[in-house]
């Protein structure tokens, strides 16, 4: 039987009255629907995930609940302004990327709410990691300080080998960047970023650590995003590692931000220790995946990809595809070359159809 005939059965007979009396949501001429017949039909739509609309919706209030009672006091709103205008950055600053979330549909204090959680997510893998010398000795060696790269980056394989031969011919990189980048973040700095390990796509990090002062790379470098041109403008010089323990440290929190196990892992062990109760039977599997230590539940799926990218999106926005940073997180979409919360980019709030 069709479920939404399902759903007109049950508001018929004695249930008429309790469902008249529900609170109106929409109307058309065709009728009305109600808050009862909206929460009904979000318990029983599945969404691709295998979660219901309201398992997915009612996870992510909870863990967004968890994660604030757990961490609300350790993320100051300083904290939030600040990782909030290091996003902005890339967009020109906060008003610049004020603008461009408004052609979203978004505000400031969407995204903000996405980089509170972003930073408690943070917290959280803080506390379940222990970092080790090992790991910290190891990202040291690989780790290069303020070094400066630049890019163009387009969709097509061949033009991007065309425009290798034109730089090798003495052509101007700005001039090239304003001409065919489609990450339009970057056009006003001719291209430029700093590049931070850890903070991009693997084979565009591997591409440009490879490079000397001033090379380019003779090959395109191929991402998710397209093809990109990669010029060492600047090699950055590097403290003692106890100089650097700090960054280094910071960096190698990053990665874990990236691995979804660990997340899950670590908000897995926040979620068990916040005794849920969830009232409604038909909503019970909302925090299923959460209640055994990982290993102890074979089959258990991992937790829903959006909802991992509701929680790592730092800047609570989309990514376009003319960004070359991903940004947790914050949220969000420009064509980004970040690995990130921020997950890592990004799809924010949307639900799985």
Not at 11 to 18: E, I, K, P, Y
Not at 106 to 127: E, G, K
Not at 185 to 196: A, K, R, W
Request: net charge negative; glycine share 8%; aromatic share 4%.
């Amino acid at each position: 039987m069709k479920k939404w005939l399902v759903g007109a059965m049950a508001c018929s007979g004695l249930l008429l009255a309790s469902c008249a009396d529900s609170a109106e949501v929409a109307s058309t001429e065709a009728g009305r629907v109600r808050e009862d017949d909206l929460y009904e039909r979000m318990k029983n739509e599945v969404t691709q995930s295998g979660m219901t609309y309201g398992e997915q919706m009612l996870q992510q209030i909870l863990l967004e609940d968890i994660l604030d009672h757990a961490y609300g006091e350790e993320v100051s709103d300083e904290d939030v302004e600040a990782e909030l205008e290091r996003e902005a950055e890339g967009y020109g600053g906060v008003d610049e990327f004020e603008e461009m979330i408004a052609m979203q549909g978004m505000s400031l204090d969407d995204v903000r709410d996405s980089v509170r959680t972003s930073l408690q997510v943070r917290a959280a893998i803080s506390d379940h990691v222990d970092i080790t010398e090992e790991e910290i000795e190891e990202a040291y060696e690989n780790y290069a300080l303020d070094s400066t790269v630049a890019h163009i980056l387009v969709e097509d394989l061949g033009l991007a080998e065309d425009i290798i031969e034109e730089l090798n011919d003495g052509a101007d990189f700005g001039e090239l960047v304003a001409e065919h980048t489609t990450d339009v973040g970057t056009i006003e700095t001719n291209g430029e970023l700093p590049l931070e390990p850890g903070r991009f796509v693997p084979e565009f990090e591997e591409a440009a650590l490879e490079l000397e002062e001033g090379e380019i790379t003779q090959e395109p470098v191929e991402s998710q995003w397209g093809y990109h041109i990669i010029k060492m403008v600047e090699v950055g010089e590097k403290g003692t590692l106890e100089e650097e323990r700090e960054e280094i440290e910071a960096m190698i929190l990053d990665s874990y931000m990236q691995d979804q196990a660990v997340v899950q892992e670590a908000i897995g062990e926040l979620v068990r220790n916040a005794n849920v109760q969830i009232a409604d039977e038909d909503l019970t599997g909302a925090m299923q995946q959460f209640m055994q230590p990982a290993g102890e539940q074979p089959g258990e799926e991992a937790i829903d990809e959006d909802m991992l990218n509701e929680l790592l999106e730092e800047e609570g926005v989309d990514q376009d595809e003319d960004s070359v940073e991903e940004d947790v997180d914050s949220s969000d979409d420009e064509a980004d070359v970040e690995s990130e919360d921020e997950t890592d980019a990004e799809d924010e709030t949307d639900e799985d159809e």
